[in-house]
């Protein structure tokens, strides 16, 4: 495998300006994921290293090799898309196959059957191996399209949301092998998704993408507890972080620059004891936790319920905060730094 460098990357379509200036390094045997919605500039980054789409400006390294402007089939990448793309008359043998019978390989029978077999049975798929792809059903196909990827042994693979057109199960099944088969072959791993669980459970490193922006890289635990921006904040976090004005359930702010205050859901404390100053809305039982909305003079603001006290819909209840879990924003919804005690 090997590392994956945008330096200063620049792409435009018309007047759209898909991704503005990036710079990122995805190192060797990493996975990198980049969260954003629709139109964030997720998959544009992704064919920049691909070779599909050229830059105006920057460069793109793979391996300590400038391929900027390298051809696609020059490129050893490994691209898996969010459709399946499968050939429905071959089997998934044939199928997985495919891209080791390209012209230029020159990949023997032997080492074919070979290959095929070990990522088949790595994506515990190694008994289907004969059925035509119509025959399998939609998790497999996708199993089937990673392994043709894998079969390749590329410098990096790149994947274009591959889990958003599975149900919520296959979803969960799916991210544990991915992560699984990653860390077992040492892949390098640039993925993109608008999934925030998808994200949080996969990636070494996050890189949020506003509007082709790269906001903000850490690891997940870096970007939900240090956030750079309230953008960023908001990409973390079911419910998503509450933003509040200064001064809100009893939040002292650091200085006076401060325009909100980021609070999660985890961190609102409430209880019977203390000056009554909310009441419940809504109850949402999701089997782990339960999370409330709670209207707190006039602003709606989630919190996780303690089960053991027994609150319902239209309880007055007392809020407050753990005050040194918050964060502080500034007018331009950019992070400030908080005085140390």
Known sequence: MAELIYK?????FDDV????????TVGDGEFVVLLGPTGAGK???????AGLEVPEGGQVFLGGVDVTTVDPANRDVAFVFQQYSLYPHLTVFENMAFPLRAPGRKTDKATIKKRVTEVA????????LENKATQLSGGEMQRVSIGRALVRQPQVFLMDEPLSSLDAKLREDLRVELKRIQHEIGATVLYVTHDQLEAMTLADRIGVLNNGVLEQVG???EIYEHPATIYAARRLGSP??????PGQLG?????????QVGVRPEDVVISRDGKVNGKILTVENLGVETVSLVDVEGSHVHALLDRRLNLGVGDDVAVTAIAEKRCEFDKNGNAIELEVA
């Open 121 to 128: 049975e790595m994506l515990r798929i190694g008994h289907k």
């Open 17 to 24: 300006e898909a991704v503005r200036e990036l710079s990122l």
């Open 8 to 12: 200063n990357v620049s792409k435009r």
């Open 219 to 221: 690891t997940p635990r």
């Open 251 to 259: 939040i002292k702010c650091s200085n006076g620059q401060t325009e």
């Open 240 to 245: 998503a972080i509450n933003l509040l004005k």
């Open 43 to 49: 998959t544009t980054t992704l064919r920049l290293a």
